[in-house]
């Protein structure tokens, strides 16, 4: 119980620092070594699940967007944002976790996010960001690792489909408490 409120207060509290945006540590879960990720401050879209994230994107004319589902538990992700630099453009989704043993990726629900941003539209490389506090994203003991993929029944796969590996890349962010 003390778990679940804990990632609750987190889930609530990253939300507010990601939407005002700064500067946060991160780390490629596949390679050695932490870069940094400058976010702005961004407007705050909320929508359904049968709203298309295109549309909420693409009608975005007032700024960065950052978006969140109004369903709590949306699976795949916890919010999504477009990052922009001189440098590189991608998309970047969101999942909140305090878990130091990790967030299985629903791997159905990956996909339909994919697919709802066409690389005809969208930049095609796409970061899934694990956003931690302190003691998961520094935990020596436990350092968190690249997430495996479970299917619609919640089993274990290490089929990792080919839109998947082909786009996605996972991340560690660090949010200061």
Same mark, same amino acid.
């Given at each position: 119980?003390?778990?679940?409120?804990?990632?609750?207060?987190?889930?609530?509290?990253?939300?507010?620092?990601?939407?005002?945006?700064?500067?946060? $540590?991160?780390?490629?879960?596949?390679?050695?070594?932490?870069?940094?990720?400058?976010?702005?401050?961004?407007?705050?879209?909320?929508?359904?699940?049968?709203?298309?994230?295109?549309?909420?994107?693409?009608?975005?004319?007032?700024?960065?967007?950052?978006?969140?589902?109004?369903?709590?538990?949306?699976?795949?992700?916890?919010?999504?944002? %477009?990052?922009?630099?001189?440098?590189?453009?991608?998309?970047?989704?969101?999942?909140?976790?305090?878990? $130091?043993?990790?967030?299985? %990726? $629903?791997?159905?629900?990956?996909?339909?996010?994919?697919?709802?941003?066409?690389?005809?539209?969208?930049?095609?490389?796409?970061?899934?960001?694990?956003?931690?506090?302190?003691?998961?994203?520094?935990?020596?003991?436990?350092?968190?690792?690249?997430?495996?993929?479970?299917?619609?029944?919640?089993?274990?796969?290490?089929?990792?489909?080919?839109?998947?590996?082909?786009?996605?890349?996972?991340?560690?962010?660090?949010?200061?408490?």
């Amino acid at each position: 119980m003390v778990g679940a409120l804990r990632g609750q207060t987190f889930e609530a509290y990253a939300h507010r620092l990601l939407l005002r945006g700064g500067t946060f $540590k991160t780390r490629k879960l596949s390679a050695p070594g932490e870069e940094e990720l400058e976010l702005p401050t961004s407007n705050l879209k909320l929508w359904k699940e049968s709203s298309p994230y295109t549309e909420l994107l693409e009608n975005t004319i007032e700024g960065p967007c950052y978006l969140k589902p109004m369903n709590k538990n949306s699976g795949a992700i916890d919010s999504l944002t %477009i990052h922009r630099n001189d440098n590189e453009e991608f998309v970047v989704g969101f999942q909140m976790t305090c878990n $130091k043993t990790g967030h299985p %990726i $629903k791997r159905h629900l990956l996909v339909n996010v994919l697919k709802a941003l066409p690389t005809s539209k969208f930049p095609r490389k796409f970061r899934l960001y694990f956003v931690l506090p302190p003691d998961v994203y520094d935990s020596s003991s436990a350092y968190f690792v690249e997430q495996i993929f479970h299917t619609e029944k919640g089993q274990e796969t290490q089929n990792v489909l080919k839109e998947i590996e082909d786009r996605v890349e996972q991340w560690a962010l660090r949010v200061p408490v």
